[in-house]
């Protein structure tokens, strides 16, 4: 790994992998690839961004011309491919974006990636990587006494998001099985921890909290989900790309499932500690009209990331959502920044007003 290109480097696991990378490889250039969606921050990296290892570069992945460029211009060895449309709720609301960043950019990804690699031999003999980032809402939603996800399940997809990111870890095994591409692929559970786009669930309470606002709960909120702390997963895929087998796939997950409600209420409870506004912050739970399709319970298998690698989160939930509630708390500058975008308020009514 000595020149790494990774998509979607201004998001939120992205920004997270690259402070990463830069804190534990020395020596390492590291392109950020990223279009600076709604969803993309340049400044989730300003702590970095005078370091001679790290350059960023405006570019968009369906632009296949600019990423065979880029690919070159850099001597790209290994890419490690975040970019995406991440957001359920978007997708349910306007699916045609997923497709077309999902499934037709990771194609193009993988194409170029392809002739630049295999089809032409001018970059030297040296080890080359494509790994994949993926979901654990490939496997699709879990009754209550079904066995958690591994490997092997069958992917089985409910929101248009879902379909999105099964379609195109199937084009990255295709080109593995196909053309021999050297591809990774990772499927992690719901990530939290800094920098995460203020839209998402953790994020959403805490602020909302914060503001005396409603909590919005959809359904009744007993949906359970895995979550990861964004370092543990970063520390995943920095060994899945050292140590993990050519075609493989792993799970990685945070080895917990509360429901949501309960994730609300922990944070509630955390902050009646560390911003008392005279009434519990619980009493601000509000239950609102539920997500279409909404899967009902995620539970990941870790065994074969952990036994093979050796891999294992190092955050209890409890302490992962303490952290996380701190970070957002010191750095309301950085929501505030995103939130005066012009698009910002526009999704928030789109998605909340008719619920
Ligand atoms: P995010 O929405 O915070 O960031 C996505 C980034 O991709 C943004 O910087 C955006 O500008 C960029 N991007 C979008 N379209 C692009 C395009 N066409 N070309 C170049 N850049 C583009 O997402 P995230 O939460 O950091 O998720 C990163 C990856 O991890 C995604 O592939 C997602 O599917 C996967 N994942 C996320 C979670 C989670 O809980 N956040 C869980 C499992 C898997
Ligand atoms: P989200 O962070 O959107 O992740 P995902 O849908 O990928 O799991 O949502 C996590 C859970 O929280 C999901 O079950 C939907 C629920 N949720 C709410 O109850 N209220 C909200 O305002 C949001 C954004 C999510």
């Not at 990772?186 to 786009?197: A, L, M």
């Given at each position: 790994?000595?020149?790494?290109l990774v998509t979607g480097g201004?998001?939120?696991?992205g920004?997270?992998?690259?402070?990463?990378?830069?804190?534990?490889?020395?020596?390492?250039?590291?392109?950020n690839f990223d279009a600076?969606?709604?969803?993309?921050?340049?400044?989730?990296?300003?702590?970095?961004?005078?370091?001679?290892?790290?350059?960023?570069?405006?570019g968009?992945i369906?632009?296949?011309?600019?990423v065979?460029?880029?690919?070159?211009?850099?001597?790209?060895?290994?890419v490690v491919h975040f970019a995406a449309?991440?957001?359920?709720?978007?997708?349910?609301?306007?699916?045609?974006?997923?497709?077309?960043?999902?499934?037709?950019g990771?194609?193009?990804l993988?194409?170029?990636?392809?002739?630049?690699?295999?089809?032409?031999?001018?970059?030297?003999?040296?080890?080359?990587?494509?790994?994949?980032v993926?979901?654990?809402?490939?496997?699709?939603?879990?009754?209550?006494?079904?066995?958690?996800?591994?490997?092997?399940?069958?992917?089985?997809?409910?929101?248009?998001?879902?379909?999105?990111?099964?379609?195109?870890?199937?084009?990255?095994?295709?080109?593995?099985?196909?053309?021999?591409?050297?591809?990774?692929?990772?499927?992690?559970?719901?990530?939290?921890?800094?920098?995460?786009?203020?839209?998402?669930?953790?994020?959403?309470?805490?602020?909302?909290?914060?503001?005396?606002?409603?909590?919005?709960?959809?359904?009744?909120?007993?949906?359970?989900?895995?979550?990861?702390?964004?370092?543990?997963?970063?520390?995943?895929?920095?060994?899945?790309?050292?140590?993990?087998?050519?075609?493989?796939?792993?799970?990685?997950?945070?080895?917990?499932?509360?429901?949501?409600?309960?994730?609300?209420?922990?944070?509630?409870?955390?902050?009646?500690?560390?911003?008392?506004?005279?009434?519990?912050?619980?009493?601000?739970?509000?239950?609102?009209?539920?997500?279409?399709?909404?899967?009902?319970?995620?539970?990941?298998?870790?065994?074969?990331?952990?036994?093979?690698?050796?891999?294992?989160?190092?955050?209890?939930?409890?302490?992962?959502?303490?952290?996380?509630?701190?970070?957002?708390?010191?750095?309301?500058?950085?929501?505030?920044?995103?939130?005066?975008?012009?698009?910002?308020?526009?999704?928030?009514?789109?998605?909340?007003?008719?619920?």
């Amino acid at each position: 790994m000595n020149n790494v290109l990774v998509t979607g480097g201004a998001g939120f696991i992205g920004s997270n992998f690259i402070r990463h990378l830069l804190s534990v490889e020395t020596e390492i250039r590291v392109v950020n690839f990223d279009a600076l969606t709604y969803a993309g921050n340049a400044d989730n990296l300003k702590d970095v961004q005078n370091d001679s290892r790290y350059l960023f570069v405006q570019g968009n992945i369906c632009d296949a011309d600019f990423v065979s460029a880029t690919l070159r211009k850099y001597e790209i060895d290994t890419v490690v491919h975040f970019a995406a449309e991440s957001h359920v709720d978007r997708s349910i609301l306007g699916p045609r974006q997923f497709v077309e960043t999902n499934v037709m950019g990771t194609f193009t990804l993988l194409h170029e990636a392809k002739k630049f690699w295999l089809d032409e031999s001018s970059l030297p003999q040296i080890t080359k990587r494509f790994h994949h980032v993926s979901t654990d809402e490939v496997f699709g939603s879990l009754a209550p006494h079904e066995p958690a996800w591994t490997e092997e399940t069958p992917y089985a997809p409910n929101s248009p998001y879902a379909a999105s990111k099964a379609s195109s870890d199937h084009l990255v095994r295709a080109y593995q099985h196909t053309y021999h591409l050297p591809i990774t692929i990772t499927n992690c559970s719901n990530n939290y921890g800094p920098y995460q786009f203020p839209e998402k669930l953790i994020p959403v309470i805490i602020l909302n909290a914060l503001e005396g606002k409603p909590l919005p709960v959809y359904g009744d909120g007993q949906q359970i989900r895995d979550w990861l702390h964004v370092q543990d997963h970063c520390e995943a895929i920095r060994l899945v790309l050292q140590k993990g087998k050519i075609g493989e796939t792993y799970n990685v997950g945070g080895v917990n499932q509360p429901a949501n409600l309960t994730i609300i209420e922990t944070i509630c409870e955390m902050l009646d500690e560390a911003r008392p506004s005279g009434a519990p912050h619980k009493n601000l739970i509000t239950f609102v009209k539920d997500r279409l399709g909404h899967d009902r319970r995620y539970d990941i298998d870790t065994t074969k990331i952990s036994t093979e690698l050796g891999w294992q989160p190092r955050h209890t939930l409890t302490e992962g959502l303490f952290d996380t509630v701190q970070w957002y708390l010191a750095n309301l500058e950085w929501v505030q920044t995103i939130r005066q975008r012009q698009d910002y308020q526009g999704w928030i009514d789109a998605n909340y007003k008719a619920r």
